[in-house]
């Protein structure tokens, strides 16, 4: 029998040596990765309380002086390039670092943007912004993979991912709170700071930590061989260093405006989803069946898109209806509009253990495409209560937050549906070999969805609230409504026995003529 044990790939997919009858929850390693987490999610929903605030704010008060539209537009970008950061921030840990080091340089990447964030407004606040989504693309993939390694079994795994998503909504209601009340209260640059300073704790803890994840993600799986490495630096660092150095030359010049750089991130969120899962598809070692499955993946992912696109407007255009148009004075006390951010986090917390038991008791009784025209019907019916709103407000008068609060418990139940059914659907769909693959190009699409709602966004400088938010309910009904007609259709796959495509010509792509590749 041949002993893996010595080679960097078992070594990196080995776990600690613990006791297996060592409990969960007081393991070294969960409470690592656990606190971990809390710190890198504390940075990520600080920074989605206050980056549009800080966006629209005028100059004089330490803004960047943006339309309500290019606020919101620079936002949706954020969020759209950190879900495509996470592809390469895989590739990174499997290939270059690790996925322990991967982590703790993420956080670092993310603690260095805010503290650049913290600096006066110039050409480097867009490399800042630039650097945290890296930083987020970085850590988020490899902390998962890191507790998939160290879980063992799927009852402990179940258990370990319950427990992070618990202490993910509560930092997700408390950062907001904290980081919005010094945003909007004292100043964004000190806002900013104190997210660096918090994240900065974090680099220190979790390297710290490390000890207690053993040999899980010390090591590189499959090291880069000297050719590939070789073909990296001479293909693509050159590429990506001209292209940063044009962006920065173009920035500080004036040449290149801001709204042009978020145009061309737009382009590179729509062009990379498309070409990662045209990637997979073509993979020869796929069947006729696995293509026909494939396809299925990809309306469904489409339609999570269209859900993303919906809710990144909580951060960016609602944000701004709860800054503008929302009465948020409670019994003399006025409260920063980032707070209302922290009611989805919330919602989710106190809704997850009922849909959870909702979506485990219905199980294949509701199909997969049911499932997601709900969570699309649900965002259709947030934005027509948001419709309403916006009329009410449409001559400057000031609404309940209650119409906000409604919308965002839509949107929590919403989340919840699509983020379980997507990748439990895409693990239905994919054979076991492509799954990491298959949920790559997933949070590709999820990033598409980001970049779509920064362009859409644009769109509240041109159109009246209540058609702004009318057009959102149209389309999300829409879809969702396509879903329900040809849901027999985009079920087939998960039915076992669904006619099948007829099998491909048994020509491979390694035998077919140059041109026809």
């Keep these: 029998m041949v002993d893996t044990t010595r080679s960097p790939a078992a070594a990196a997919a080995a776990p600690p040596r613990t006791d297996p009858t060592d409990r969960l929850f007081t393991s070294g390693w969960f409470r690592s990765l656990f606190v971990a987490e809390l710190w890198e999610r504390f940075g990520f929903y600080g920074m989605q309380a206050v980056l549009v605030l800080y966006a629209v704010a005028p100059r004089d008060q330490g803004g960047l002086g943006l339309s309500a539209g290019s606020g919101a537009a620079l936002f949706g970008a954020f969020i759209g390039i950190t879900f495509m950061f996470a592809l390469p921030g895989g590739w990174l840990a499997d290939r270059v670092l690790g996925q322990q080091r991967a982590m703790v340089a993420g956080l670092a990447l993310i603690s260095v943007g805010c503290f650049t964030l913290a600096l006066p407004p110039s050409p480097l606040t867009l490399f800042g912004l630039l650097f945290i989504s890296a930083g987020f693309g970085l850590f988020k993939p490899n902390h998962q993979a890191l507790v998939n390694m160290l879980a063992g079994t799927p009852g402990r795994r179940e258990a370990t991912l319950a427990a992070f998503f618990v202490g993910i909504q509560a930092i997700g209601l408390l950062a907001p709170l904290v980081i919005g009340a010094i945003g909007e209260r004292v100043s964004f640059r000190l806002a900013f700071a104190t997210i660096g300073a918090v994240v900065a704790v974090g680099v220190l803890t979790t390297a710290a930590g490390r000890r207690a994840l053993g040999t899980a993600g010390a090591h590189r799986s499959r090291p880069l061989s000297p050719a590939e490495r070789r073909t990296l630096l001479r293909r693509l660092l050159p590429v990506v260093g001209a292209l940063v150095l044009l962006l920065v030359v ?3 010049a004036g040449v290149v405006p801001p709204q042009a750089a978020l145009g061309i991130v737009g382009l590179l969120l729509i062009a990379a989803p498309w070409g990662a899962y045209r990637r997979l598809r073509r993979h020869p070692e796929l069947t006729g069946d696995d293509r026909w499955r494939l396809s299925v993946m990809l309306r469904l992912m489409l339609a999570a898109t269209i859900f993303w696109l919906l809710a990144g407007q909580d951060g960016s255009v609602l944000t701004l209806f709860a800054k503008d148009s929302t ?45 997601f025209a709900f969570g699309l019907l649900l965002a259709g019916v947030s934005f027509l209560i948001m419709t309403g709103a916006a009329a009410f407000a449409a001559d400057g008068d000031l609404v309940s937050p209650l119409w906000l609060l409604s919308v965002y418990l839509l949107h929590a139940l919403g989340e919840i549906v699509v983020a379980a059914v997507s990748i439990s659907a895409i693990a239905d769909l994919v054979p076991r070999a492509f799954l990491g693959q298959a949920i790559g190009v997933y949070w590709l699409f999820a990033a598409l969805g980001g970049g779509l709602s920064s362009q859409v966004a644009a769109l509240i400088d041109v159109l009246s609230g209540p058609v702004y938010y009318l057009s959102l309910a149209v389309v999300s009904l829409g879809v969702g409504a396509l879903f329900m007609v040809f849901r027999r259709r985009l079920g087939a796959p998960f039915v076992d026995d669904a006619p099948r495509p007829a099998p491909p010509a048994p020509a491979s792509r390694a035998a077919r003529p140059a041109g026809q590749r």
């Design 327 to 371: 009465d948020r004075t409670v019994f003399g006390f006025t409260f920063p509009a980032s707070w209302l951010q922290g009611a989805t986090p919330l919602f989710m917390l106190l809704l997850a253990p009922l849909i959870a038991w909702q979506l485990t008791r219905i199980g294949a009784r509701v199909a997969v495409p049911d499932k």
């Design 250 to 252: 173009g920035l500080s």
